[in-house]
């Protein structure tokens, strides 16, 4: 059994910032990749920034250079600094990661229950 528990999120004016975070735990034999995805209402998930385990990192172009995304390997966690906030910020944020159970090698992909940001104008 794995479970993506997160934190933080919660209501900020533009231009501000929040902090999320997503820690893994159960049954894991290793993680190859954490992410943070997002759903607006009415709009398709999408991929918010994600982290491999050997640090490389992916941003989707609307976030990058206000968001920050960190991983601490030893705590299965995996970070999200949200700076310059913005309306079209606002959805439910989703923590993703793809990892191995143990006594199998194969990578499956896990899902959070999601954190709301609102960003106000």
């Known amino acids: 059994q794995v479970r993506l528990v997160e934190s933080g999120g919660g209501l900020v004016h533009t231009g501000g910032s929040l902090g999320l975070s997503c820690a893994a735990s159960?049954?894991?034999?290793?993680?190859?990749?954490m992410g943070w995805y997002r759903q607006a209402p009415g709009k398709q998930r999408e991929l918010v920034a994600r982290i491999t385990s050997g640090g490389s990192t992916n941003y989707a172009d609307s976030v990058k250079g206000r968001f920050t995304i960190s991983r601490d390997n030893a705590k299965n966690t995996v970070y999200l600094q949200m700076n310059s906030l913005k309306p079209e910020d606002t959805a439910v944020y989703y923590c993703n990661a793809m990892l191995a159970t143990m006594g199998t090698s194969t990578e499956y992909s896990y899902w959070g229950q999601g954190t709301l940001v609102t960003v106000s104008s």
């Open positions: 159960g049954s894991i034999f290793s993680i190859y990749a």
